[in-house]
Nanobody, 121 residues
Framework: QVQLVESGGGLVQTGGSLRLSCAAS????????MGWYRQTPGNQRELVAT???????NYSDSVKGRFTISGDNAKRTVYLEMNSLKPEDTAVYYC???????????????WGQGTQVTVSS
């Protein structure tokens, strides 16, 4: 069973920075996309940023220029550097991976347990 283990959430003031990390544990045959989503109470989970194994990145408009996603394929780890944080960035942040655990299996979505990010005004 593959697990995505997140770390790095917490409380920060407006304008501050945080760095999230997510590492995959367990056997993985292919993991072409990793990324981050976030969710606030009563709302749907929304895209923050994704990165492919070819280091192609995609960001939501709300975080462009403030957040940076990076990945280490060898470590099966993805990072999210969050700068100039705003109160509206407050959410539970979920690590995401498009995962193929074994060669004969299909790709499927996998999620971490979530980490709380709170930005105080």
């Amino acid at each position: 069973q593959v697990q995505l283990v997140e770390s790095g959430g917490g409380l920060v003031q407006t304008g501050g920075s945080l760095r999230l990390s997510c590492a995959a544990s367990g056997n993985t045959y292919s993991m072409p996309i990793m990324g981050w989503y976030r969710q606030t109470p009563g709302n749907q989970r929304e895209l923050v940023a994704t990165i492919t194994t070819d280091q192609i990145t995609n960001y939501s408009d709300s975080v462009k220029g403030r957040f940076t996603i990076s990945g280490d394929n060898a470590k099966r780890t993805v990072y999210l550097e969050m700068n100039s944080l705003k109160p509206e960035d407050t959410a539970v942040y979920y690590c995401y991976a498009l995962l193929q655990q074994r060669q004969w299996e299909s790709l499927h979505n996998t999620w971490g347990q979530g980490t709380q990010v709170t930005v105080s005004s």
